[in-house]
């Protein structure tokens, strides 16, 4: 049974096609899944992500906790301030990726994943038995509701007196949104720039009407997990169980860069990824853009256009509103020689290589 999250009736109440997503009932798409990803490229868009863990992590040794817990050196983040980082398998295989925010000297918030939240909260509090912290599994009680695209900050600005444009990217501050107290963040997941707020369950519904209201003069619309998953494969963005894995280490993804090896003390999957950090992967994640009009998805080949040879494989792919064609992010090995293309249902389908990400936002 899929659990409902604080927006339930407000998704029915707009039509939306509601599918199981990690355990959770989420919308899929409120209509056209082209005009919702356009409206977050061009206006803006309004998400439910109140399937998303809230593990908060308090107490005196919370940040040495979460240096021994995770690869990212946490305790050197500011209060306000939000970092990316991962949990990472004694072997060095990624469990999931993380935005942590320090909300004071002593309390974090760590989001994770609804697929992999009760599992983070799990792994967390096993690893701080050590110290003097404590871990607080608090998503059943709040609920995430994002503002995303270029006029999101206007339709905010009108409904909170809260320094937005002081608000750097990941970063986040206590506020107040139509009344209602928020924490006020600064992330994102589609490649545009925009808001996420957590707020109380109880508050879900009433903050959407009021983002809905303030939104009608900027064609603001609500966006399900469709136009999410192609914003954030445009923007180059990974999702866990496509481009990140247990199988898989930072590493692998190219994402080497949030292991910080000169940090204090040990944490957990150290020795494994000191094994593997100067050894260059056998396979890079890659951007795929079609000749074609036909769509790649996860798990699709990538083989060499001369001889069928395969070298990879499509973790994630979609049609492209800003592109007008189909993209995919693909593990492709490193040493692979010569035009690619896609093998979908047996005929090879060319590919253009590019770098990631595919779209950038204009500044």
């Known amino acids: 049974m899929s659990r409902p999250t604080p927006l339930r009736e407000v998704h029915e109440s707009l039509g939306a096609t509601l599918t199981d997503f990690a355990g959770w009932l989420m919308p899929l798409r409120y209509g056209s899944e082209a005009a919702e990803h356009n409206a977050v490229r061009g206006a803006a868009g309004l998400f439910d992500l109140s399937h998303m863990g809230e593990i908060h992590v308090t107490g005196p040794q919370a940040a040495d906790a979460l240096d021994h817990a995770l690869v990212g050196h946490l305790s050197t983040l500011d209060a306000g301030r939000a970092r990316y980082t991962m949990i990472c398998a004694e072997n060095g295989g990624v469990l999931d990726d993380l935005i942590v925010y320090r909300l004071a000297a002593e309390t974090f918030m760590v989001v994770a994943n609804a697929s992999n939240a009760p599992r983070v ?118 999702l866990y169980g496509n481009e990140l894995s247990d199988a898989l280490t930072p590493f692998d993804a190219g994402l080497g860069r949030v292991v910080k090896f000169d940090k204090p003390g040990d944490f957990v999957g150290r020795a494994a990824l000191e094994r593997v950090r100067d050894t260059p992967p056998s396979r890079r994640l890659t951007g795929l853009v079609m000749v074609g009009r036909r769509v790649p998805r996860h ?49 090879h389908e060319p590919v253009d290589v590019v770098d990631l990400p595919f779209y950038r936002r204009k500044k």
């Open 121 to 238: 909260a799990a792994e967390l509090t096993a690893r701080a038995r050590p110290y003097d912290a404590v871990v607080d599994d608090r998503s059943d009680s709040i609920a995430l509701i994002a503002i995303q695209g270029p006029r999101a900050q206007e339709i905010l600005a009108s409904l909170t007196d809260a320094d937005l444009p002081g608000l750097k990217y990941y970063a986040g501050l206590p506020g107040t949104v139509a009344g209602f107290e928020a924490l006020i963040a600064r992330t994102g997941y589609t490649g545009e720039d925009g808001f996420e707020l957590f707020v109380a369950g109880q508050d879900a519904t009433p903050l959407w009407h009021a983002l809905t209201k303030a939104g009608e003069p900027y064609a603001l619309r609500p966006a399900g997990l469709s136009a999410r998953d192609t914003l954030r494969l445009e923007a180059g963005m990974p």
């Open 299 to 347: 798990g699709h080949p990538v083989v060499l256009r001369e001889d069928g040879t395969v070298v990879g494989e499509v973790t994630s792919g979609a049609p492209s509103q800003s592109l007008g064609r189909p993209i995919a992010m693909a593990y492709v090995d490193t040493g692979a020689q010569g035009p690619l293309a896609v093998d979908i249902r047996g005929s």
